[in-house]
């Protein structure tokens, strides 16, 4: 069965800083990977998606993740956090039966001033 | 861009009373999905839909029913809802042309409290 994990429930940085938020995955193949953001009372936007190729991979709003097969890793970074990212912050794990996807328990995201 | 619709923001119901909860996409996708978001319990998916009249339970599909009388609506409904089921509800959709792993779009949600 697939799963994910992200091991921290909230993080603080200060504004400016850069920013790593973990996921670590389990899954049989190949993982189909993503990050989205859930902004307060909105639903969840795609941020970048993994399927294939560079394991480098940039998305929307400044961000990047970087898969790892090794290490089971898909973690998400940004070099510069803006007081606007604040929000929470979902990894999940593509399935190719029936399109399901397995979502993290998430990671809340504040911003200092 | 997808669009997905969720019929109303917020929502307050009787305990007991039949709730329904709509989502309309304007895509063409074939998978829906309904979801529920409690705090410290991330994301878990009640049932979701691959095609016209067909649907499969998810993790918590208990106390909830579906529909999918047409491709663009899925209807999530509450039988006779209980206190526990006040929560936020978020409804998505998958394509799968031109492949199949494609990311899910999501709705904005709804707010549900049942009093």
């Known amino acids: 069965a697939q799963s994910v994990t992200q091991p921290d429930i909230h993080i603080t940085v200060s504004e400016g800083a850069s920013l790593e938020l973990r996921c670590n995955y389990s899954y049989g193949a190949t993982p189909y990977l993503f990050w989205y953001v859930q902004s307060p009372g909105q639903g969840l936007q795609l941020l970048l998606k993994y399927f294939s190729g560079d394991t480098l991979v940039q998305g929307i709003k400044g961000f990047e993740a970087e898969f790892k097969r090794s290490q089971s890793s898909f973690n998400l970074r940004k070099p510069s956090v803006h007081w606007s990212d604040a929000a929470e912050y979902f990894c999940?794990?593509?399935?190719?039966?029936?399109?399901?996807?397995?979502f993290g328990d998430g990671t809340t995201l504040t911003v200092k001033p | 861009d997808v669009k997905v619709t969720q019929s109303s923001r917020y929502l307050v119901k009787r305990t007991g009373e039949k709730v329904f909860l709509e989502c309309v996409q304007d895509?063409?996708?074939?998978?829906m999905f309904w979801y529920r978001q409690d705090p410290g319990l991330g994301l878990r998916l009640i049932y979701f839909?691959?095609?016209?009249?067909?649907?499969e339970k998810g993790d918590i599909p208990e106390g909830y029913s579906v529909s999918r009388e047409k491709k663009e609506r899925f209807s999530l409904i509450l039988e006779s809802a209980s206190t526990n089921q006040t929560s936020m509800y978020l409804c998505a959709t998958k394509g799968t042309v031109p492949y199949s792993n494609q990311p899910q779009h999501f709705g904005d949600g709804t707010r549900l409290s049942i009093l």
């Open positions: 999940a794990v593509g399935a190719t039966n029936a399109g399901k996807s397995t």
């Open positions: 839909s691959y095609d016209v009249k067909m649907k």
């Open positions: 895509m063409d996708h074939e998978n």
